[in-house]
């Protein structure tokens, strides 16, 4: 059951204000890389997951209401996605990263909208 009212919004019972920044990111389906950012931004929270070989060095924005479960002890964040669709998601656009132009976010919130949102 889903406890967020957007697709960029954590979940009620995950404490987004801690450090996330080295974090193993798990899919569905297995891991998918490290989080190299996460933001807090007003309206729109997400992690930077850099994906290292996997997808030859590329980096995937997942927003904040794909975030599951956190383990702190083993220091794991587990997404619901698989890692199919996290592989097909737009590259993660640094330069497009705090931007008033919201093109680049609502390109990426399509793509996540059809997963259920």
């Given at each position: 059951?889903?406890?967020?009212?957007?697709?960029w919004?954590?979940?009620?019972?995950i404490?987004?204000?801690r450090?996330?920044a080295?974090?193993?990111v798990?899919?569905?389906?297995?891991?998918?890389g490290?989080?190299?950012?996460?933001?807090r931004?007003?309206g729109r929270d997400?992690?930077?997951?850099?994906t290292?070989f996997w997808?030859f060095?590329?980096?995937?924005?997942?927003?904040?209401?794909?975030?599951?479960?956190?383990d702190d002890e083993?220091?794991?964040?587990?997404?619901?996605?698989?890692?199919?669709?996290i592989?097909?998601?737009?590259?993660?656009?640094?330069t497009q990263?705090?931007v008033?132009?919201?093109d680049?976010?609502?390109?990426?919130?399509?793509?996540?909208?059809?997963?259920g949102?």
């Amino acid at each position: 059951m889903r406890m967020t009212s957007s697709v960029w919004q954590f979940e009620r019972s995950i404490d987004a204000g801690r450090a996330w920044a080295g974090y193993a990111v798990e899919a569905a389906d297995g891991h998918i890389g490290k989080i190299d950012d996460a933001s807090r931004e007003a309206g729109r929270d997400y992690l930077v997951v850099d994906t290292g070989f996997w997808i030859f060095g590329k980096k995937r924005l997942i927003p904040a209401g794909f975030v599951r479960r956190v383990d702190d002890e083993h220091k794991r964040v587990h997404v619901a996605m698989t890692k199919d669709q996290i592989r097909h998601a737009p590259d993660f656009d640094d330069t497009q990263r705090g931007v008033y132009d919201n093109d680049y976010y609502d390109a990426v919130g399509h793509y996540y909208g059809g997963f259920g949102w």
